[in-house]
Structure formats: structure tokens, C-alpha cells
């Protein structure tokens, strides 16, 4: 026989499904074998072995069993825990989405009623500015046609500076020539039309197309003249009471002004 340890498998039966079985030792239930040599016999002598099975360890025990359990508790706990926070997640980002949406949609509504009330009040400004542009052609209505029977200049004079009032607040606009813009020279000669007198249509012109009288002697429905005879850059017409009526400037159109604060170069009389 030789020197060398003998080593037997030992099975034993599958135990019951319900138990675990947890072996200390070399894994799958083998036996660890210790073989022990004499060291004081004969060289000859029969080796002695011995074989020690190590035994199986279980879960039987109720201690073990409730700890596998409240771990497979905790572990269910903590699934519905991180279910119920990604419900949480998704329901947080719906409310954002739904609060973004209802400011918008505010937004939107809000802007359609500023719109809403600008139009009105555009659409109030027009009515205004035509039921005042249908007074005033209503009322050039009345003097557009040449007086009749007319004899003296001051009933001519009256019909020019009613004309010439009818169109106070109108905007000057050079070239411009009525209902409602004017420059200087346009707006004296419609007032002369009023009456039949043709006037030239450029102010150097007029400042020369009646007969010239002193600034001291003028007389409601005179000419005035700004620049010398011939040459005049701007005419107007004397309202009386030291006043006279233009079509000034773009700054301000047709206005009444004192004669003393811008003193006319001359004057001359038509009617």
C-alpha cells in the first residue's frame, strides 16, 4: 500500500427544499480528509487517516427566517418608495407645464384687450377728427360761394375773415392748397375767392396785386406782406384790432397773431 492519504466522497440526501443548507469548509459538501502518518513506527507500518465530516449549517432557525423577511420588506418598501417619488416627479412636471401654459394663454388675453381698447380709442379719435372735418366743410359750405349783392368792402371783408376763421387749428404745409393744410399764400387767395377776387397764387405776387396803403392806416381784410413789394416770402390778412390771420409755419399752422409781435413789411388793399 502506498504512503498517500485516501480521501472518500460522502453524500448525503437533498434536504428538504424549504432549508438552505450552508456548509463550513470546501464548497459542495466535501469532506476534508486529515491524514495522519506515525512518526514513531516502523518505516514499514501501516498509515493511519481519518476522516471528519463538517457539518451542514441551516436557516431553520425563527431568527434567521424574520431577518430574510424584513429584508425582503425593505427591499419591497423601498421599490414603492421610489415609485411613489417618480409619480411625484412626473405629476410636478405636468402642474409646470399646465402653469406655464394658463400664464400664456393670460398673457395672450391680455394683450388682445390693450389691442382691443387702442382701437377703440383710434376709432373714437377718427370719429372726433371727421365729425370736426364735416363741421368745418359744412360751415366752408356756407361761404363758399361769392356773396350776392355785395356793394361795400366791409360785407366782403366779413366774408373773408369768416373764411379765414373757419380754417384757425389747420396745419401749414408748404405747396398746400386747402381743405385742410395750407401755406400762407394758398390760404389768402381761397379767402379772396370767397368774394370772386382772383388773387395771384404765390405771396410776391400778391404783395403787389391791389393798391399799397401805410401800416398805419390799414383796414379789416388788407393784405399783409412780409420782404419788399415783389419779392415778398409771406403774406397774412388783417382781422383788425392790430391782429392779423395766417397760415404761419409747420409749427403752427393756422393761427390769429398780434401784428405788433411781427410787424409786416407793407400791406396792400383789394377790396
Not at 137 to 143: A, F, G, I, K, P
Not at 151 to 180: C, E, H, I, R, W
Request: hydrophobic share 40%.
Amino acid at each position: 500500500m502506498s504512503h498517500t492519504a485516501h480521501i472518500r466522497s460522502h453524500r448525503k440526501p437533498r434536504r428538504s427544499s424549504s432549508k438552505l443548507a450552508l456548509r463550513a469548509g470546501v464548497a459542495g459538501g466535501v469532506l476534508s480528509t486529515i491524514a495522519v502518518a506515525g512518526s514513531a513506527g516502523p518505516a514499514n507500518a501501516e498509515p493511519v487517516t481519518e476522516t471528519i465530516e463538517m457539518p451542514a449549517l441551516t436557516i431553520d432557525s425563527p431568527e434567521l427566517a424574520d431577518a430574510v423577511a424584513l429584508s425582503a420588506e425593505a427591499t419591497q418598501q423601498a421599490a414603492l418608495a421610489l415609485d411613489l417619488r417618480t409619480q411625484e416627479n412626473a405629476a410636478a412636471v405636468k402642474a409646470a407645464k399646465a402653469a406655464k401654459k394658463a400664464k400664456a394663454e393670460a398673457e395672450r388675453k391680455a394683450e388682445a384687450e390693450r389691442k382691443a381698447e387702442e382701437a377703440q380709442e383710434a376709432e373714437e379719435t377718427a370719429r372726433a377728427a371727421a365729425e370736426e372735418r364735416s363741421s368745418r366743410s359744412s360751415e366752408r359750405t356756407t361761404l363758399s360761394a361769392p356773396s350776392q349783392g355785395v356793394s361795400n368792402a366791409s360785407g366782403s371783408a366779413a366774408t373773408v375773415v369768416a373764411f379765414l376763421k373757419a380754417q384757425l387749428g389747420d396745419a401749414y404745409v408748404m405747396g398746400a392748397t386747402g381743405p385742410n393744410s395750407w401755406d400762407c399764400s394758398s390760404l389768402v387767395q381761397a379767402a379772396f375767392r370767397q368774394v370772386g377776387i382772383d388773387l395771384p397764387r404765390v405771396s410776391q405776387d400778391q404783395s403787389v396785386a391791389g393798391t399799397q396803403v401805410s401800416l398805419g392806416n390799414l383796414q379789416v381784410g388788407d393784405i399783409l406782406y412780409w420782404g419788399g413789394a415783389g419779392s415778398a416770402y409771406h403774406t397774412g390778412v388783417y382781422i383788425g384790432d392790430g391782429k392779423y390771420l395766417d397760415a404761419a409755419n409747420p409749427g403752427k399752422g393756422v393761427v390769429i397773431q398780434e401784428l405788433s409781435g411781427y410787424p409786416a413789411s407793407g400791406a396792400v388793399r383789394v377790396l
